[in-house]
């Protein structure tokens, strides 16, 4: 099962080694040769030789996740969070430390111990601590260090259509891209980046672009769904059910006009149930491509989670195969029309 | 001047939906330049040969301007928006707003007790439409809106939706129709998506690769009451920027531009501008870096329906640009 | 005093506000001549020092570059007030509580000497104190008449603050713009060093440019040079009381040798491995985001770059009495030039194997 092999994976900004491996591994016998960059992104390339547009289909293979700032002499590890995560939901979790998988849980101070006042108030922080079991900080030494990555430690399940789990986003982008390389001959070079560093600045998969020079580009993503009690329906952003979500402007990109109707014909065509992205804020690695060199038309297409950047999110599997289709859809265009 | 001000500001063109204004700047000034073109992102670059001993310069003013972005339509017909650009909520409620169809809309509020909760999920617009149906038979979500365009005159004064940026824009237009002999070859670019993250001009520049590059943009002044602290006012010229939060002009740029103003006894101020920014801070940044610099058009009341310029400043704007591309750099 | 204590003590009393760095970079090109083959600007005014492979193969050499920012924060003129006070903002973040009584040095047409003015404590009451002045509220008083203000000061001039570098107990020193002149020292002592060393890759050292308004230099100057590999030198944050050593270095103990997504593994663990077998003192810094120093515009350059991140300990950063010690400078250098003289073509290529 990809979805569930690449979200238990960890893969922190700038540690994405394991889901780097399971992907090599699921394209390998299918394309005509794949390659590392200096970021560590990594670019698996079918239908080089071939004629018509050259195609990015980027998503990106970090989470966000913890870093491991100080050993405490208790043998407590302080931390920091890496790429945006809201910190009231991290007390009372387990986590993973760095390549050897060291297990351990963000405690807090018992119930019992806390004086009313303090419950009505997060605990920032500086007061949460992972605990690994280290008596001292020679202990923890020997476990870990300074700079270590950790992740949750949430595994996928799935209940009818619905799957959770974590790093959906945007470990759903990858096995969709993974998907469509294993099921589709294309009729022109696409070029499936698997991108580093989104969650800390958009840093990975504009320098692939700069290389590939691709005349488009399409950003398969994980997006944030606030379909949920205390949302107002012109707030939800995205439905989960709904179909991909095709987004028309965010803070990084304003999609390509002639993408963003090949798309919507695409939906049509194929009678693709779809949603626009209801709003513009958060952006994508489709903004830093498109502002690659003198430009690259650039678009998104995400399927929408709930509860996203934190341990446990939700998703719809057919909206997962839904942005399948679509991509599937488009590409049939692009191979009679051309770009 | 104030006739081809009043045609301009009047295009919709918010940021991604440049097309129109692109059209009429094209059919504007083919006629001035020796090559045009729309490159990938949709910036129109237009190119003026010089004698071959001069430098590469682009000007860069951009088209597009702030604006809505329509983002649900409920079963009343009420639609939900949120901004394109730098656009404040607290100042929408009662503004008149068109889509790309002429349709016009006005901003209403939900029930609020104080000013401070009014942000864009509180605002909606209603265009007339009673249902969801009548609706969507005029907008769709992701659909755009702009302020209704409105144009007034008053003495040496214009009072204008949008002069932010089409006056740059009908100030490049018009050096374009006085400008007779420079020996620069010179990029006249007419950029896309500045408001959002001054976007157009970056790739643009990189595609040309000039030696210099100005931006011709809008300022704010601090000439009305208990304003900002900031020198630029409303008649006293063009205003040379030395900085703003997206870059410092080029010293030698900064030298060029007040020497050849006071060369030639161009009305001129100094700007220091502590927020905002123009296409020069992305050009300036492009490859190896492009000297760059801002040649500012004071404004009153910058991104509100009425914004506000003083015909001299435009004036001594247009001369400082071509007085400019006449010297030797 | 040692040859580097007067170097850092010229570069932190000369001016080189963001966009305005010419007279650093001056005294720095004089002073890195001897020790490389080539100096040259671009520009944006980023000051490269080239100094080239030993010749050993007909292979272009890799080029690894290392940067240090020459600008540092100041403050400019926004309005001249009718009486002749100065309004102005602050070039780069600046604590505005820093600048009350401060003796300044305004870059007009020639530098005049002016004064942060505070209201006397008479005249001030009890409210007022419990609250920090505004930039926007605060003035500079010019030691000049109206008429030669108008004639010597005029809208977008730089303004310093007035301040002479100090040698303190021990190897430490205080002074202002010690961030990140203390970078280029590093770049200075890590040229001298190589003297001694045989290399197999260029080297390029570069004083960048506007570091404070947006890491704008290093951004241009990648592109530029096109290194495989590129080093940000900087400061970073030394321990105090109320800076706990999760956010800080300490003074005195060594070079920072910063973790995070913007420093390249094999970067970090070759820096790691010189350190231990050359027995020089050092420390780990984790940042877990790129942003803050050269490295963010370094990693992106082009089709990417391997960074890494090397800092010198500070206290009381962006004020102007910024504080370090002497010796974390040097033992930088020595780590740098070591490092430097340990790469060649093959640990470069493995460079882009993940």
Redesign the interface.
Known sequence: MLLKKLTEAMGVSSNEDEVREIIKAEVEPYVDRYYTDMMGNLIAVKGEDKSGPRVVLSAHMDEVGLMITKLEDSGLLKFKTVGGIDERILVSKQVQIGKSKIPGVIGAKAIHLQQKEEQKKPIPLNKLYIDIGAKNKEEAEKLVELGDLATFTTKYSQIGEYATGKAFDDRLGCAAIIELMQEEEFDFPVYGVFAVQEEVGLRGSARAAYAIEPDLAIELEGTSASDVPGT?????STTVGEGPAIT??D??V?T??KILKGLLKAAEKNEIKYQ?R????GGTDAGMI??V?????AAVISVPCRYIHSPVSLMNLDDYQGLKALVKGYFAELEKEGF | MKDLIEEITGIFGP??SEEKVRTVINKKISNYVDGIET???GNLIAFKKGNGEGKKIMLAAHMDQIGL?I??I?ENGFL?F???GGVNPKRLIGQRFILANGMTGTVGVEKVDEEKEIKF?KLYLDIGASSREEAEKHVS??DSAIYKPQFDVSGNRVISSYLDNRLGCAVLIMVLEKLKKSPHDIYFVFTV?EE??L?GA??AA??INPDLALAVDVTIT?DTPEA????VALGNGTAIK??DQ?S????MI?ELLILTAKKHGIKH????L?HGGTDAGSI??T?????SGTISLPIRYVHTPSEMADLNDIKASIELILRVLGEEI | MDDNFTLLKKLSETSGI???E?QVSQIISENFAPYCDEIKG???G?LMAVKRADKDSSNRAPRIMLAAHMDEIGL?????EEKGFI?F?S?GGIDPRTLLAQEVVIHGLEDIPGIIGAKPPHLTNENDRKKSVEM?KMFIDPVLGKEDIDKKI???DLISIKREFLSLHGDSAAGKAVDDRAGVLVLYQTLKELQQLKTKVDLYAVATV?EE??I?GA???T??INPEIGIAIDVCHATMPGVDEEDAAEMGKGPAIGVGPHVHRSILQRLKETAVNYGIEHQIEPYPSPRGTDTWGIQVARTGVASGLISIPLRYMHTSVETLSLTDIKKAGQLLARFIASLDADFVEGLRCY
């Open positions: 107002e329906k012109h707030g939800y028309v402007m803070s990084s304003i390509h006009k626009y209801r709003t513009n804020v498109s502002l060199k003198e430009g690259i038309p | 940021s991604g490159d990938k992102l972005l983002t649900h409920d939900r949120t901004k394109i999920d979500i992701g998506q959002v993250g976007r970056k790739t990189y595609q601090g900002h602290t900031m020198d030395i900085k997206a410092i002009t080029h010293p900064k101020q100094l700007e220091v502590e300036h940044l490859r190896g870096g492009i000297p | 963001s966009g305005y010419q671009d520009k944006m980023n400019m003129v926004t309005k001249i309004r903002t070039v926007e005029s809208v977008g506007q308004v947006g704008r951004i241009t100057s592109f530029n």
